[in-house]
């Protein structure tokens, strides 16, 4: 199978990359190593994928049409995985220009390539930022979407109701997986359990905005990849669907099992709530366990601990 992955060097990217790679795929990354974070963490992400043949890096851009022709008029793809976006929620606030033109309209540059090219099979990242402030709990992909409280999850939530305009008018099967707060090695730099390991280790204050009582729906990386290769293999139709733990953690709750992990105590600053930040993301699983066989099975326990471990040894003492 040959496989498009956009920001294929990322977090969940090069997981993803390995994964497929590892059974017998063919993948293509395509990533433009933006500066929202430093870009040698994402090429240390692919510095084992690069030494097989199974795997070819496209360093540049989906707003870049030209290249989009070149790639996809040289390649017939099976499936495209479209993973690349301006991420963050907080940064959208303050750039929401940006993320409208990256995360909207290189969506549909890809999906314009896909009807060119009957791509029949198109996945892309969307996010559980979409649920905005929902009052009922656990969350449902049934549930009202419509009031974002960033532009980050706008973008995402249009992203989705592009996707079932191109099902709709082009035949495309379209699946929209809404990624709840994914962590374990290779973590961004910018997400709280990689902030708080940081700052903790290195005996710095821990910032915590609000009163620490906000709720996360943390999902392992492994879970979420095998979600996502769930989806790849059943990608039929249009769909949305969490994936998610289905269990939520405090954040002050977080703190006390990232400080028994790297075997330090944190010194709390708190902050008041940022613009943009919910108070709880919980994802009901129902719908991607029945049509996906998801399974969901690292707790929270054991990913942090994962996650320290693979901290020390790429920021050895």
């Not at 993948?27 to 090429?43: E, G, S």
């Not at 793809?77 to 976006?85: K, N, Q, R, S, Y």
């Not at 992990?261 to 708190?270: L, P």
Request: overall charge neutral; hydrophobic content about 40%; charged content about 25%.
């Amino acid at each position: 199978m040959n496989v498009l992955v956009t920001g294929g060097a990322g977090f969940i990217g090069s997981h993803l990359s390995e994964r497929l790679i590892a059974e017998k795929n063919n993948v293509w990354c395509l990533d433009n190593f933006n500066d929202y974070y430093d870009p040698a963490i994402k090429w240390r992400n692919i510095e084992q994928l690069q030494k097989s043949e199974n795997f070819q890096l496209i360093k540049g851009d989906i707003l870049d049409e030209i290249l989009l022709d070149k790639i996809f008029n040289e390649i017939q793809f099976d499936v495209i995985v479209h993973l690349a976006a301006r991420a963050g929620v907080r940064p959208s606030v303050q750039q929401p220009q940006l993320y409208q033109e990256v995360n909207i309209r290189g969506t549909i540059n890809l999906l314009e390539q896909a009807k060119a090219h009957n791509i029949t099979k198109f996945v892309v990242a969307s996010s559980s930022s979409v649920y905005g402030n929902n009052k009922k709990v656990p969350f449902a992909e049934t549930d009202f979407v419509d009031n974002p409280i960033s532009p980050y999850a706008a973008t995402k939530k249009a992203c989705e109701l592009i996707c079932y305009t191109y099902h709709s008018l082009y035949n495309i099967s379209m699946s929209c997986l809404r990624f709840f707060t994914v962590y374990g090695p290779r973590q961004r730099p910018d997400m709280a359990i990689h902030k708080f390991t940081k700052w903790i280790d290195n005996g710095e204050p821990i910032h915590v905005y609000g009163d620490g009582t906000a709720k996360r729906d943390f999902t392992f990386i492994s879970d979420i990849i095998d979600g996502i290769m769930k989806t790849i293999e059943r990608c039929n139709g249009y769909n949305v669907y969490n994936l998610g733990e289905s269990k939520v953690i405090e954040l002050m709750d977080l703190v006390k099992v990232i400080e028994k992990n790297v075997g330090k105590k944190a010194q709390i600053v708190k902050h008041p709530p940022q613009p943009g930040d919910v108070k709880i993301t919980f994802a009901d699983i129902t719908k991607a366990k029945k049509e996906l066989d998801y399974n969901p099975s690292v707790t929270v326990e054991e990913g942090v601990k994962e996650f320290v471990k693979w901290y020390r040894e790429v920021n050895p003492a």
